[in-house]
C-alpha cells in the first residue's frame, strides 16, 4: 500500500512540473517575450475622435462680410449722388458720374437721370440745391450663383433724406428697394424701385 501512495505522489509531482514547463514555455513564446500585464496599454483603449465638430454657425456665408461691405458702400454712394445737385449741375456730368455706379442696363440708365421739364425750370428759377444722406435698413435677399464673374447680388431696403433748398427748404424721406450686383470685378446698382415716400419735413422759408 505505501508503495502504490509512493506511486501516484510521484505522478502527480510530475503532472505538476509539466504544467509549469508548458505555462514558461508560453510566455516566452509571446511578442515581448514576458507576462501580459492585465493592465490595458493605450493600444488596448478605444480610440475616441475629440476633435471639435463643425458648429452650425460656421456653415460659409452667402456672401462674405467684406464684400458685403463693398456692396453696401456703393449703395450709399449710388442714393447720395441721385439726390445731389444743384441748379448750375452740369447734365452731362452728373449723369455719367451716377451711371458709372450702375451696372450700365438701359433701366438703370433711364432711373437714374436729373429732374426734368417744369420740375428743373423751378429748380433753376429759384437757384436751388439738393443734398441727400442715405440709410441701409436691413438686407432682404442674398444671392452667390457666380456665372463668368457675375451673379453675386444683394438687395436692401434703404431710404434717402433729400433736403431741398428752393423758395423754402423742406426735407423728404424716401424709401427704395435697392439691388447691387457683383459684375467684373466692382459691385453696380443693378436695380432701383420705390418702396414709399414719407412726410415731407418742416419748411423754412428760403
Not at 507576462?35 to 452667402?62: E, G, M
Request: glycine fraction near 6%.
Amino acid at each position: 500500500m505505501d508503495q502504490r501512495r509512493a506511486i501516484i505522489i510521484a505522478a502527480a509531482l510530475i503532472a505538476l512540473a509539466s504544467l509549469t514547463g508548458l505555462a514558461i514555455a508560453f510566455g516566452r513564446s509571446s511578442p515581448q517575450g514576458e507576462k501580459k500585464s492585465a493592465v490595458p496599454t493605450s493600444s488596448d483603449l478605444p480610440v475616441v475622435n475629440d476633435t471639435p465638430q463643425r458648429p452650425l454657425d460656421s456653415v460659409p456665408a452667402v456672401i462674405e462680410p467684406e464684400e458685403l461691405t463693398k456692396a453696401h458702400e456703393a449703395m450709399r454712394e449710388y442714393l447720395t449722388v441721385l439726390g445731389t445737385y444743384t441748379y448750375q449741375t452740369e447734365r452731362a456730368a452728373w449723369s455719367a458720374k451716377a451711371r458709372a455706379l450702375t451696372d450700365g442696363s438701359s433701366n438703370m440708365k433711364d432711373l437714374t437721370s436729373l429732374p426734368t421739364g417744369r420740375t428743373w425750370a423751378v429748380c433753376e428759377q429759384t437757384r436751388c440745391s439738393s443734398t441727400a444722406t442715405a440709410e441701409l435698413t436691413r438686407d432682404t435677399v442674398m444671392s452667390n450663383a457666380p456665372v463668368e464673374g457675375s451673379g453675386r447680388s444683394v438687395t436692401t431696403l434703404a431710404s434717402t433724406t433729400v433736403t431741398l433748398h428752393e423758395r423754402q427748404k423742406t426735407t423728404q424721406k424716401t424709401a427704395f428697394q435697392l439691388t447691387a450686383t457683383y459684375t467684373q470685378g466692382e459691385w453696380k446698382i443693378s436695380g432701383l424701385q420705390l418702396a414709399g415716400v414719407g412726410d415731407a419735413g418742416t419748411s423754412e422759408a428760403g
